[in-house]
C-alpha cells in the first residue's frame, strides 16, 4: 500500500489542484490531500473551509481523503502517515525554484521523496491568489474552479460577506 500527500493551503482549491491530486490518486494506493495553515498568513477562507470545499471538490476521487494539517512541518505528517511521497504540480520555472528547496528539506527530514507533475496546460496561468482577484472584480473564473467553490468566490460587497479575509486561527 503506496500513500503519499499532496499538500498545500487551497485557498480555495482550483481545476489546477484537482487535476493534480486526481493524476496523483493513479499512481498511488492512496492520496491524501494536507490542508496546511501557516499562522503568520491571512486567508481569504478558514481552514475548515478550505478542507471542506477540498472535500467537495474530491469526493467522486475513492482514494483520496482531505485532513487538516494545522501549521506544522510536512515532513512530521509525512511520518504520521506512514507517506512514501508528497506530490506537487509545476506550472513553471517559479514554481521549480520554489518547490526544489522544500523537496530536499523534506528529504533530509523525514526522508520523503517529493514527485512533481507537470501541471496541465489549461491551468498553468491558474492560482488561488489571482483567482480571488479576478473573482471579487467581476471576472469570470467558472472554467477554472469547482462548482462549490465558484458559490463561494463572489465580489468582496456581496451581501454575504465572502470576500472578508480572515486571519488563521491556532
Ligand atoms: O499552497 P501553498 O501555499 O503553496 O503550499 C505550501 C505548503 C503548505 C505545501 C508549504 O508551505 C508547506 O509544506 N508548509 C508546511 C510547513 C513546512 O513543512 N515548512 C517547511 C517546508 S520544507
Do not use: W
Not at 512541518?73 to 504540480?89: H, I, M, N, P, S
Amino acid at each position: 500500500m503506496t500513500r503519499a500527500i499532496c499538500p498545500g493551503s487551497f485557498d480555495p482549491v482550483h481545476l489546477g489542484h484537482v487535476d493534480v491530486i486526481t493524476r496523483a490518486a493513479r499512481l498511488f494506493d492512496e492520496v491524501v490531500v494536507a490542508v496546511s495553515t501557516n499562522y503568520a498568513k491571512t486567508y481569504r477562507f478558514d481552514a475548515e473551509e478550505r478542507r471542506m470545499l477540498c472535500a467537495e471538490s474530491l469526493a467522486h476521487l475513492p482514494n483520496v481523503t482531505v485532513v487538516p494539517m494545522g501549521g506544522g512541518l510536512l515532513a512530521d505528517f509525512c511520518r504520521e502517515q506512514g507517506a512514501v511521497g508528497v506530490v506537487k504540480g509545476l506550472r513553471s520555472g517559479l514554481d521549480v525554484d520554489y518547490e526544489l528547496p522544500m523537496a530536499r528539506m523534506n528529504r533530509h527530514l523525514a526522508d520523503v521523496e517529493t514527485v512533481f507533475l507537470p501541471g496541465d496546460a489549461a491551468f498553468l496561468h491558474v492560482s488561488s491568489t489571482l483567482l480571488k482577484e479576478v473573482a471579487a472584480l467581476g471576472g469570470d473564473v467558472a472554467p477554472f474552479v469547482p462548482p462549490a467553490v465558484l458559490r463561494r468566490l463572489v465580489p468582496p460587497d456581496h451581501p454575504d460577506g465572502a470576500g472578508r479575509d480572515v486571519p488563521a486561527e491556532p
